[in-house]
């Protein structure tokens, strides 16, 4: 199989595509091969690991903690939510039958 005619590019320019993507088609570009995988990765860091929105439950807050606690990652992480909609209050005694 012959390599694909995109990796004769300039990576800068592979770079420069990676970064105007939508977050599906850097997914897939990631995908299609090693070498793009290796050449967009500052793209994907930056696009996936820059904003981090997490749900206060186990599986979230353990993700959260494996970003951390790679430098690559948590060298890019700029601003945190945290999702409590839908979550109930362990201060608010719930009602039944009643819509807020």
């Given at each position: 199989?012959?390599?694909s005619p995109m990796l004769?590019?300039?990576?800068?320019l592979l770079?420069?595509?990676?970064?105007q993507a939508n977050e599906r088609d850097l997914k897939a570009l990631?995908?299609?091969c090693r070498e793009l995988h290796a050449t967009t990765d500052r793209?994907?860091?930056k696009a996936f690991?820059?904003?981090r929105t997490h749900l206060v439950?186990?599986?979230?807050?353990?993700?959260l903690v494996s970003i951390t606690a790679s430098p690559k990652l948590r060298g890019q992480l700029k601003s945190l939510k945290f999702a409590t909609t839908g979550l109930p209050y362990a201060?608010?005694?719930?009602?039944?039958?009643v819509r807020g």
């Amino acid at each position: 199989m012959s390599a694909s005619p995109m990796l004769h590019l300039p990576a800068e320019l592979l770079e420069h595509v990676a970064n105007q993507a939508n977050e599906r088609d850097l997914k897939a570009l990631r995908l299609a091969c090693r070498e793009l995988h290796a050449t967009t990765d500052r793209p994907f860091v930056k696009a996936f690991f820059t904003h981090r929105t997490h749900l206060v439950t186990k599986y979230s807050l353990e993700t959260l903690v494996s970003i951390t606690a790679s430098p690559k990652l948590r060298g890019q992480l700029k601003s945190l939510k945290f999702a409590t909609t839908g979550l109930p209050y362990a201060d608010r005694p719930q009602r039944s039958g009643v819509r807020g």
